[in-house]
């Protein structure tokens, strides 16, 4: 069913978001995809712009005319400061502004594991416990989280926060067998948080239906996710080519995994 006019996705030539192309397709008559780097097959419901996230001219006429924003474009790993300065921090303010301005009334927006990355597997946390970034990256999807709760409080933009966990076609590593979210689990979350008749600040906490459940999503539940696929299938394989880790080790300690043991961009002489 169509529920919007037309609705933008931000970073629409990335790895999640091929997928929002396909899997959101369906919801809007029109559907404004942009990327710093050219989009390849355009469908005809599709506008495609190409887009730097760090100009604000260019995101104020990106943002006009829609109804919701889907806003995955970004580094999505650890990289240097200033790149996290330009697209994620001032990149994602742009998106609100443009929201502001232009009266979209929605964002989703790709948050990430690496928000809360310092929490011990045995904290569940919820929405509602303290940020531990674990990275320069982790910090901006704090600051983004926090930005949507003044765009809420302040001018009600309603948004999705979406610490989404491991987003792969299939698990790609022990730690994924508990924090795996398929691309379909993805898409629907997204699509979840598109029609749901209220989200208000919402933050969401992406993974599927995995045997381990180490956060507690359950303040997200007025969206009503529930999700279809479990790393549970792929566990024995991926135990039979793999070491069992050292729990010690703080890529399996913390949610944040291996990003909890990286050095920092400063000391690599970036
Ligand atoms: C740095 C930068 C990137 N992009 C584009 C380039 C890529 O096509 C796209 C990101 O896709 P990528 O495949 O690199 O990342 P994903 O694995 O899909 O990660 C997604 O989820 C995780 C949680 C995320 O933090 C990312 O922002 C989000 O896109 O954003 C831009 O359009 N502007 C920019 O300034």
Not at 179 to 201: I, N, T
């Amino acid at each position: 069913m169509t529920h919007f006019n037309r609705i933008l996705i931000t970073g629409a030539a990335g790895r999640l978001g091929i997928e929002l192309r396909k899997g959101l397709a369906h919801l809007a008559t029109h559907v404004r995809i942009s990327d710093r780097v050219e989009l390849a097959d355009v469908q005809p419901n599709e506008e495609a712009v190409v887009c730097e996230l760090g100009d604000y001219e260019a995101v104020m006429v990106l943002t006009k005319d829609v109804d919701a924003i889907v806003h995955f474009g970004g580094a999505p790993l650890e990289v240097e400061f200033e790149t996290i300065l330009d697209s994620n921090i001032r990149g994602s303010y742009h998106i609100y502004e443009g929201a502001r301005k232009n009266g979209a009334k929605r964002v989703i927006y790709a948050s990430s594991v690496h928000a809360i990355g310092y929490h011990e597997m045995e904290a569940h946390i919820d929405a509602d416990s303290p940020v531990r970034p674990d990275s320069l990256y982790g910090v901006s999807k704090n600051f983004v989280e926090n930005l949507s709760r003044l765009y809420w409080d302040k001018f009600g933009i309603e948004s999705l926060c979406l610490r989404i966990f491991s987003s792969f076609p299939e698990p790609a590593d022990r730690r994924m067998l508990w924090s795996w979210l398929s691309f379909a689990d993805c898409v629907q979350y997204v699509e979840r948080a598109l029609v749901a008749p209220r989200l208000g600040h919402t933050i969401g906490h992406g993974l599927s239906d995995n045997r381990l459940k180490v956060v507690d999503d359950s303040k997200a539940g007025h969206i009503g996710f529930h999700p279809k696929d479990s790393a549970e299938p792929f566990r024995d394989a991926m135990e039979a080519k793999t070491d069992a880790p050292d729990p010690n080790a703080a890529s399996v300690k913390y949610i944040g995994g291996w990003f909890c043991e990286l050095g920092h961009p400063d000391d690599e002489g970036k």
